[in-house]
Structure formats: structure tokens, C-alpha cells
């Protein structure tokens, strides 16, 4: 089942007595937040949409002034909660790429259709994302996402096909 919305960021801090907050980037993409005219904010588990005013940069955090939020005060209130867009509102992905979100919990199989467990976490080693596969058991397999190794990946299905290469298991 495909995610309606996805996490782009948390707010992690204030900045300055304006009203801006700090905002640790879940993309590679920061410019993404400047084409964005509101976004959600997960408050005591309930999404409040929130416009966006600016948008500034500092270091590796995005800095965001909300719409009606006028001093720290305000923006403290907002300290950890995470932010998220709609999914028609995420950037269209090139060919054979996917968003995380869809692939969290997909059943992994090898060539010969054998259940090895189901997508629990991917993770970037800088040269490739890794996929981390656990079982029932709790067992883990590491898999790195290349051509040879994920030989099909099928969203609608719920189903990842891979070889497994000696050594990775």
C-alpha cells in the first residue's frame, strides 16, 4: 500500500526570535523546500498544514518561517515534530528509482521464490544504498542495490526479486 504522505524533515530547533525553526532535511534535495507552499506538521499525532513563508539555509538544516508563527515562543512549540508533504506534491522520481516509503516492508525473494524476510530499513554507504532484510526470526541480510544483486523490484505487487551473490549471506 503506498504512503499518502512522506517525512521530508523534523524540525529540530528554533532559529533566531522570528519565528523560524531549524529543519534536519530527510532529502538530498534542500532546494525541494522552496517549491513547497505548505507542508504538514505531525503534532500529538494529528497533521496540521502549515504555509510556508521562507525559506533560508544554514549549514546542512534548513531554516523555515511558517505563516502565523511570529517569535520563538511560537516556534518552540514545534521543537521535534516532523514534517511531511502529500505524495502528489513529491518530485517525480527517474526510472527504476522509488521512494523509501514504498519499499519499507516489501517482501524479498530470491531467484528460486524462497521468502528471505521483508524490506525493514535502506541505508546509504555513500557508493550505494544497502537494503536491510529481516525475517520472522529477527535475522538480518544486507543487500547492496545494485543490478546485480536486485533483480526486480514490484511496488504493486509487494515483491522484490534478488540474487544472492556468494558471500552476501
Not at 544504498?129 to 526486480?152: A, F, M, N, R, W
Amino acid at each position: 500500500m503506498k504512503q499518502e504522505y512522506f517525512e521530508i524533515g523534523q524540525i529540530v530547533n528554533t532559529f533566531g526570535i522570528k519565528g523560524f525553526v531549524k529543519i534536519n532535511p530527510f532529502t538530498d534535495d534542500l532546494e525541494r523546500f522552496e517549491e513547497l507552499k505548505s507542508v504538514f506538521v505531525v503534532k500529538n499525532k494529528e497533521l496540521i498544514e502549515i504555509q510556508i513563508e521562507e525559506v533560508k539555509y544554514h549549514k546542512h538544516l534548513v531554516l523555515v518561517k511558517f505563516k502565523g508563527i511570529e517569535d520563538i515562543n511560537m516556534a518552540e512549540k514545534y521543537k521535534g515534530c516532523y514534517i511531511k508533504i502529500k505524495r502528489e506534491n513529491a518530485r517525480k522520481l527517474p526510472e527504476d528509482t522509488y521512494f523509501i516509503a514504498d519499499l519499507i516492508g516489501i517482501k524479498v525473494y530470491d531467484e528460486n521464490g524462497n521468502l528471505l524476510g521483508k524490506v525493514d530499513d535502506i541505508y546509504n554507504n555513500k557508493s550505494t544504498d544497502i537494503y536491510v532484510i529481516k525475517d520472522d526470526l529477527g535475522k538480518q541480510i544486507l543487500l547492496p542495490s545494485t543490478k546485480e544483486v536486485i533483480k526486480q523490484i514490484d511496488v504493486d505487487n509487494d515483491k522484490i526479486v534478488v540474487h544472492l551473490i556468494d558471500g552476501l549471506v
